[in-house]
């Protein structure tokens, strides 16, 4: 069964195979079909060019050419407006107003003229002086340095050259204001040694020698003071203001509160601090100084300015002395003043502040 499949297999090879070579034209009919079918695929593959779409669109990056726009950077130079920094406006060096410490010395009195003038121009001057240095040493034993030995020392120096009169043949008045006034030049040549020696080696004078210096200033004040009172009542004087006398008299007996105080002090050091009786001459002379303050009043109204000022600065002083001053004078009288360092160095610097009002209201009617 098998060998007859066989042969009919081979046969139909055979019959085949001469099949093929009877007809040769359908060989090539059958060759051209593949290669139409195939070149459908290269045509279709050209959207791949499309992608060249890419590079364009990625050319907004050299966009980004807006960078060298921060050239603003530049613009930057508003740096030179930082000019006015070294501007020298700050040569303005306030330090120079530091001066003013050396300023503050003018108190009272730009001193004495050595220039001869009048008896009586030359007894303020030196009343005044006086005062000045008076309020110099103060500051020192508030804690002034060296810079306030020059002015003290010019101050002094004004007083020793106080220029001299003849007073012969003149009136009583003219003749006591005088000695009056040569006494008290003599009493500050007394304290020269202790002026001049201000600045030499460690600085200003001490507090010790201060306090004895000021004792013997106050009786040259109160010498300079009794010469004014003197010669405002020698004939041909003219005489002062009801204002300007008030002032004079206040200053006078502020004074000799003053050195009434000064008394006190040198003896009472220490522990032993007892208190001293109305009877005691240093409260006596408390006493009858502050009753010597004049009660002085005036409607300033319609006055010169100066008048105006003079009379505001005295009534100042003399409402500060009864606030801070008159308790001592008024404790002397009931015999009860508790010597203390403390109290009494408050007391004698309230004095002076009293002193300096005072002063200025002269100066303001000159």
């Known amino acids: 069964m098998l060998t007859g499949v066989r042969r009919f297999l081979m ?45 364009p669109t990625d050319t907004p990056e050299p966009t980004a050419t807006p960078r060298p726009t921060a050239t603003p950077q530049p613009t930057a130079t508003p740096l030179p407006t930082n000019t006015p920094t070294p501007a020298p406006t700050k040569v303005i060096t306030p330090k120079p107003t530091n001066t003013k410490g050396a300023a503050v010395p003018i108190l009272s009195g730009s001193g004495v003229s050595s220039k001869p003038s009048t008896l009586a121009n030359s007894i303020a001057q030196a009343f005044d002086t006086t005062q000045g240095i008076i309020s110099l040493l103060n500051q020192m034993t508030d804690g002034g340095g060296a810079e306030l030995c020059a002015p003290l020392i010019a101050k002094y120096q004004s007083i020793h050259n106080a220029p001299t009169y003849d007073v012969t043949g003149q009136s009583n008045e003219a003749q006591q204001a005088y000695d009056a006034y040569r006494n008290g030049v003599s009493l500050v040549d007394s304290i020269e040694a202790k002026i001049l020696s201000c600045g030499q080696g460690s600085g200003p004078i001490g507090a010790l020698e201060i306090g004895n210096m000021l004792f013997t200033l106050r009786k040259a004040d109160t010498a300079f003071g009794q010469a ?37 002090l040198p003896n009472q050091w220490g522990p032993a601090r007892g208190r001293i009786a109305a009877t005691d ?44 001053v008159s308790n001592f004078p008024k404790a002397c009288v009931a015999g009860e003043v508790a010597v203390s360092p403390v109290g009494f160095g408050t007391l004698h610097k309230n004095i002076e502040a009293v002193l300096k009002k005072l002063h200025q209201a002269q100066a303001a009617l000159k």
């Open 11 to 55: 046969l139909m090879v055979v019959i085949a195979l001469l099949a093929g070579c009877g007809t040769p034209t359908p060989a090539p009919t059958a060759v051209p079909i593949e290669p139409p079918t195939v070149t459908p695929v290269p045509p279709t593959a050209t959207p791949v060019p499309t992608n060249t779409s890419i590079p």
């Open 228 to 264: 004014q009172d003197v010669i405002k009542l020698a004939p041909s004087i003219s005489t002062l203001s009801p204002l300007e006398d008030a002032i004079v008299r206040a200053l006078r007996a502020v004074g000799g509160v003053g050195d009434a105080v000064n008394k006190m």
């Open 281 to 324: 001459p240093r409260c006596a002379e408390a006493i009858n100084s502050h009753n010597a303050i004049p009660a002085f009043t005036m409607n300033p109204a319609g006055q010169p300015a100066s008048v105006q000022a003079a009379y505001q600065l005295y009534q100042e002083a003399l409402n500060l002395y009864q606030v801070e």
